[in-house]
């Protein structure tokens, strides 16, 4: 028979195994007598410092820290019921509402006993409150008086708000144009009045007459000429009266005015009557410019097109999705576009100073015409102070001509004081540029609104910054610093609340009225005042 070896057992597990167990052991001792030293250290003590600063900040007595306190219980129960006041009341619920204001008068009587007494509350004097606010509680709590249903209604309160709000701004801003665009019956009356002076008074027609013998001074290039494009009798009458007093030489000043066939004979008429310190004016209808017809004028070519005339004038286009001020006829009238024709009208001048209607002169304008434009067309006032004035928020930076020829973040800038270097003007051939924007908005995709955007795009690269003291904006539509009104040269008030109306800011009309003459016979017969 053969013989099974048995296996030699190997001997060298178990001892690294002791070994293992060995260690553990002498971790464990070395572990308990540091705690011991840990132990025998002396306790630092607690600060109770902080503890004391929040108690007396939050006048937190000991008595409410209890976690037993009767009074800290009460004073839970009353601002909770509080809370339930406020969604009662919201709810409609004012019976619920004035049992809750009840009892918390009643728990706030048992704290402010307890107070006086300087004794804390017993169970027994205040189980009665306690429990008969916890009854309240509970019936809050089953009307679903609970933050999550609070929550809600609060948020469906917020957007009925929002809603409403949403609502009456429309109706604001659709008044608000509304009556910004109306005519005032005493300016109507003032029409009506001089054009009876007119073609009544011989005299009046003779004085102009005696004018024109000043003609050479009209293409006088050696002289500071302005313009003035507009309807507006009084208003035109306040820019050339504002400028006339401020100015350290009137009798080198020379208006250019620009009105239409209806205010033509009232505006020849008032200009012929009053004096403006020897200013020169000259007035012009626009009817009169042979040049000035749709073959030539996209804006005019455009008002023959039916759809354009549905959207001005019909309102009925797109449901009264597009906001009115869009929507404004005054946006296609020439005496809006006009100046982007200003060599065509001035053919003789070489540099002009426009201004709008709306504006006031506060400082004499000749050093204008002696700053250096750098080869630039249009010098004009910046207003990129803020976001709001860049080209993006002018134009449409999804139609790819605008993103392509355009930086989105260039400065803006205003009209209504521009010094135009004519000459420049001609040599760059800046009307046709103004024509090649106008013609591809026919569909209005580039630009919506008045006559700014088209003059961002005609004056690219071409407008040469003014000091911001020049020409202040703002005061017809929000609050303008009073130290730059002060500094202002030409106080502008764009907006709808222009000084002669209603509708005007009060605090600024002063600067407005005190260049008409309330006291002259035809203002006082039309109720001016």
């Known amino acids: 028979m053969r013989r099974i070896r048995r296996p030699v057992r190997r001997r060298f597990p178990n001892v690294l195994w002791w070994v293992l167990c060995g260690v553990a052991v002498l971790l464990f001792i070395f572990v308990l007598s540091k705690g011991s030293q840990i132990e025998s250290r002396p306790a630092i003590p607690q600060r109770p410092y902080r503890h004391d600063r929040i108690m007396e900040g939050l006048n937190i007595t000991e008595e409410m820290l209890s976690p037993n306190s009767v009074a800290r219980q009460l004073s839970d129960q009353i601002s909770l019921a509080k809370a339930f006041v406020v969604i009662a009341k919201e709810s409609n619920n004012l019976q619920f509402a004035w049992e809750l204001s009840a009892q918390i008068r009643n728990s706030q009587i048992l704290l402010s006993n307890a107070a006086i007494r300087r004794t804390p509350l017993t169970t027994s004097e205040s189980e009665t409150a306690i429990r008969d606010m916890a009854v309240l509680l509970y019936q809050a709590q089953q009307l679903h008086y609970d933050s999550a249903t609070m929550i809600m209604r609060l948020k469906a309160r917020i957007q009925a708000l929002e809603e409403q709000m949403s609502s009456v701004s429309e109706k604001s801003s659709k008044y608000g144009q509304i009556a910004a665009e109306e005519v005032p019956k005493s300016l109507y009356c003032l029409g009506v009045r001089l054009t009876t002076e007119w073609f009544g008074n011989v005299n009046i027609q003779r004085k102009l007459q005696e004018k024109k013998q000043l003609d050479m001074k009209l293409k006088d290039n050696n002289l500071y000429h302005f313009c003035v494009f507009s309807d507006n009798i009084l208003a035109t009458s306040v820019v050339v009266n504002s400028t006339a007093l401020n100015s350290n030489n009137p009798d080198m000043v020379v208006f250019h005015l620009v009105t239409d066939e209806i205010n033509y004979a009232?505006?020849?008429?008032?200009?012929?009557?009053?004096?403006?310190?020897?200013?020169?004016?000259?007035?012009?209808?626009?009817?009169?410019?042979?040049?000035?017809?749709?073959?030539?004028?996209?804006?005019?070519?455009?008002?023959?097109?039916?759809?354009?005339?549905?959207?001005?004038?019909?309102?009925?286009?797109?449901?009264?999705?597009?906001?009115?001020?869009?929507?404004?006829?005054?946006?296609?009238?020439?005496?809006?576009?006009?100046?982007?024709?200003?060599?065509?009208?001035?053919?003789?001048?070489?540099?002009?100073?426009?201004?709008?209607?709306?504006?006031?002169?506060?400082?004499?304008?000749?050093?204008?015409?002696?700053?250096?434009?750098?080869?630039?067309?249009?010098?004009?006032?910046?207003?990129?102070?803020?976001?709001?004035?860049?080209?993006?928020?002018?134009?449409?930076?999804?139609?790819?001509l605008i993103r392509a020829h355009f930086d989105p973040d260039a400065c803006g800038w205003a009209f209504g004081m521009n010094i135009f270097d004519l000459v420049e003007w001609r040599k760059k051939n800046v009307t046709g540029i103004y024509h090649y924007w106008q013609e591809r908005n026919v569909d209005r995709t580039l630009w919506k609104l008045g006559t700014l955007p088209p003059g961002l795009l005609t004056f690219y690269g071409l407008t040469e910054a003014l000091d911001s003291s020049w020409h202040v904006l703002g005061l017809g539509y929000t609050n303008v610093d009073p130290q730059a009104i002060e500094k202002g040269a030409v106080l502008h008030f764009n907006g709808n609340s222009k000084p002669w109306l209603k509708i005007g800011i009060e605090k600024y009309k002063p600067l407005w009225e005190k260049h008409v003459d309330y006291s002259h016979y035809l203002l006082q017969q039309c109720n001016f005042h």
């Open 266 to 400: 009232p505006m020849k008429a008032w200009f012929a009557m009053n004096d403006f310190r020897g200013v020169t004016v000259e007035v012009q209808k626009f009817e009169d410019f042979s040049w000035l017809n749709a073959s030539y004028v996209p804006v005019l070519k455009q008002l023959q097109d039916s759809e354009t005339q549905s959207y001005y004038f019909s309102g009925n286009s797109d449901d009264g999705r597009t906001p009115i001020k869009f929507r404004n006829p005054k946006y296609l009238s020439m005496l809006n576009h006009l100046r982007f024709y200003i060599p065509e009208v001035f053919p003789a001048l070489k540099k002009v100073v426009f201004l709008d209607d709306d504006v006031v002169v506060q400082k004499d304008l000749s050093a204008l015409f002696s700053i250096d434009l750098n080869s630039n067309v249009n010098g004009a006032v910046e207003t990129c102070m803020e976001t709001f004035h860049r080209y993006h928020k002018y134009l449409n930076y999804s139609h790819p």
